[in-house]
């Protein structure tokens, strides 16, 4: 992320892959047409290779724009469309930079704590009702599909972290 150049930063598991180029144009039109969003959040696909098959995740990806952030925030966990994961992100390559907002290494599912501090910044954030990013199933020797002991640590490491940070938040907004 920090040898970037680009105004926006996106992200592809390497054993996934975008379904059409349409994708990453209905991204740039949000971008373009509203340059205040600093994170356009999306939907995917599921594919399971065992069966050849293709689940659209039933989220619907649209959330009204909302002024006050605690209740845009709470509009989107009531949703379910926040998840902890970079792969359903667009973010604004200066906001990671201003804010450090880095990968943390040796850290394993470091995108859940990556995606904690976004939540904790929250900037404008705009959904995209699209499908089109596909996130393969099954797959054996996946990071996802192999837990161990260190990574269950770093889980609970970064629950520890998200709880300190709430403490700083205004009481409105600690819990969510």
């Known amino acids: 992320m920090k040898a970037a150049i680009g105004s926006y930063v996106i992200f ?3 054993d996934d892959y975008w379904q059409d ?5 209905a ?4 971008v373009t047409t509203k ?6 959040n999306f939907g995917w696909t599921k594919y399971f ?3 050849n098959q293709f689940v659209k995740d039933q989220r619907v990806f649209s959330v009204p724009h909302i002024a006050d952030r605690s209740k845009y925030i709470t509009s989107l966990l009531q949703k379910d469309l926040y998840v902890a994961s970079a792969w359903n992100k667009c973010v604004k390559r200066v906001f990671l930079v ?3 907002l880095f990968f943390r290494k040796g850290l394993r599912s470091e995108d859940m704590a990556w995606c904690g501090d976004l ?3 929250m900037p ?5 009702h699209n499908y089109s990013y596909i996130y393969r199933q099954e797959r054996l020797n996946s990071i996802t599909a192999t837990v161990d002991h260190k990574h269950l640590y770093d889980i609970i490491k970064m629950i520890k972290v998200a709880l300190q940070n709430s403490e700083k938040l205004p009481p409105n907004e600690k819990l969510i």
């Open 12 to 14: 592809l598991d390497s």
């Open 21 to 25: 180029l349409y994708f990453l144009t």
């Open 27 to 30: 991204i740039a039109e949000v």
């Open 35 to 40: 340059p205040e969003v600093m994170i356009v």
């Open 49 to 51: 290779a065992s069966t």
């Open 98 to 100: 201003e804010n450090n």
């Open 119 to 121: 939540l904790y910044l």
């Open 124 to 128: 404008e954030m705009a959904c995209l």
